[in-house]
């Protein structure tokens, strides 16, 4: 967006988790905003999708610690750089 057309600031923010390392809030139009405070990085995501980041997240802590192999379909077939990306289905975006 130009200097004349900036984006609209998010309203009033409901805090939702506050970590020393991360902040979830949710914004009056429900977006959830998840600021991760230590290298201060902000994701902004629709409230539908939240649920399944928090599962991959959780399934990536799972995986690093050792105690289960990833679920085959989340298994990337040629491994690049240990990274798996889990694509987003849908094409609507934060309103925001």
């Known amino acids: 967006m130009s200097e004349s057309d900036p984006k609209p600031a998010c309203g009033p923010h409901t805090e ?6 991360i902040r979830i809030t ?3 139009c429900g977006t959830i905003h998840i ?3 230590r290298n201060g ?8 999708y939240f649920a399944e980041i928090a599962q991959a997240m959780s399934l ?15 298994r990337p077939a040629t491994p690049r750089g240990g990274f798996i990306t889990i694509p987003v289905i849908g094409s609507k975006k934060p309103s925001n």
């Open 16 to 21: 939702i988790v506050k970590t020393e390392g």
């Open 26 to 28: 949710q914004c009056t």
């Open 35 to 37: 600021n991760l405070s």
């Open 41 to 48: 990085t902000t994701v902004q995501v629709g409230p539908e």
């Open 60 to 74: 990536a802590k799972t995986v690093l610690s050792g105690a289960h192999a990833p679920a085959p379909a989340l």
